[in-house]
């Protein structure tokens, strides 16, 4: 396996977290039925959404890339992580979200506000006032009045932060308002299972739900491809086939295989079958590194052992099996299965049986010493 030369032209491929990139796998429904939501006006129920998903589904970048289409539909954007100060985050991104339509006089306060030729004339003083609700009350009155609306995207949700709590209680108050406004979330399925049954924020279980799993292969296929093609280079057909099968529909692994069998030997224009299994070995080397060793560290040593029991299956596992072989009963058993499913490594493959999630994590399971 050797590394290709470096060519002139960019890799188009983004494998790096939070990255949109150029061309988006099996999600266009999900952004259409959102944006539909921003245009449908208050009240759509898609304007409360949650995304859930291991990590690499893809949560971010799908965030990301709503707040950019929105952007399109006259919505500015307040993009934010749930970590503390995220309340005043949010007000700072609206406000810079919105600076190529903001004039600030030279006392540092938003004097107006201009989409598609219309202007808002209202002042938004610089010095807070009021409590977080009342602040964004005033700001969201400044944006409608012209017909803007503010997109608020939350990622890696954290139900311990009380200032989660807050944005949640008060967003409440925004939907019965009908203002302008939309919260979009996302997060790993165990810490979005803790949010939803805090009994502070119960209004969030009505919020719609969109679990991330695998893109369909004939959409990676595609994807891959177009993505070669648009950039000036063709790949072979073998190549493509063998690339696809083993991104296992995960949408990190499309962008990390696509990024690697295109660096290998780059200066060529077609890529070939040597640079699709060279290209693989690289991503499987960054998976463990980016992905498994972290999964691996967030869950205890007994859900470790359950992964490693059904690591030894060459295909689907039964629960039964995987009891026999950590010397428990089923019924053990199954509430390590329950929390690894909650967790988004392992799934159903239906009639009782078990599979692997995370493409190549099997693999990684095998090879650990």
């Not at 944006?143 to 009380?162: C, F, K, M, R, S």
């Not at 991330?212 to 280079?233: F, Q």
């Not at 049986?353 to 693999?363: C, Q, T, V």
């Amino acid at each position: 396996m050797t590394e290709g030369t470096v060519s002139t032209r960019n890799n188009p491929f983004t494998p790096s977290f939070g990255s949109i990139p150029p061309l988006m796998a099996g999600r266009n429904y999900l952004i259409q039925d959102i944006l539909e939501g921003l245009d449908n006006g208050p009240g759509d129920p898609h304007r409360a959404t949650i995304f859930v998903g291991a990590r690499g589904s893809g949560k971010t970048a799908l965030l990301a890339k709503i707040a950019e289409d929105a952007a399109q539909h006259g919505w500015i954007n307040a993009k934010v992580t749930a970590i503390e100060g995220m309340l005043e985050d949010i007000i700072q991104r609206s406000q810079e979200s919105a600076s190529e339509f903001l004039e600030k006089n030279r006392s540092g306060k938003i004097t107006g506000v201009g989409i598609a030729g219309l202007s808002i004339t209202r002042t938004i003083e610089s010095t807070p006032e009021g409590n977080w609700r009342t602040r964004m009350n005033k700001l969201l009155d400044t944006l409608d009045e012209n017909g803007i609306g503010l997109l608020i995207t939350v990622d890696e949700v954290n139900v311990a932060l009380d200032e989660m709590r807050t944005l949640a209680a008060v967003f409440q108050h925004f939907i019965s308002e009908r203002r302008n406004v939309a919260l979009l979330m996302a997060g790993l399925p165990h810490n979005v299972s803790a949010m939803l049954q805090d009994k502070t924020i119960s209004f969030l279980r009505r919020a719609f739900q969109h679990h991330l799993g695998s893109i369909e292969l004939h959409d990676v296929k595609e994807t891959i491809k177009n993505t070669v093609e648009l950039s000036g280079r063709s790949i072979e057909e073998q190549a493509l086939d063998m690339a696809t099968l083993a991104t296992g529909g995960f949408p990190f692994l499309i962008q990390l295989i696509g990024y690697h069998i295109w660096r290998q030997h780059s200066q060529n224009e077609v890529i070939s079958m040597e640079d699709a299994e060279d290209g693989v070995e690289y991503a499987r080397s960054d998976m463990k590194r980016m992905i498994f060793d972290t999964t691996l560290r967030e869950i205890s040593d007994t859900d470790e052992k359950f992964l490693l029991a059904m690591s030894l299956d060459e295909g689907d596992s039964q629960l039964v099996d995987i009891a026999a072989r950590l010397g428990v009963t089923s019924n053990y058993a199954n509430q390590y299965r329950n929390r690894l499913i909650e967790q988004g490594i392992i799934g159903s493959a239906g009639r009782g049986k078990l599979k692997f999630e995370i493409p190549m994590l099997k693999e990684y399971l095998r090879e650990k010493p």
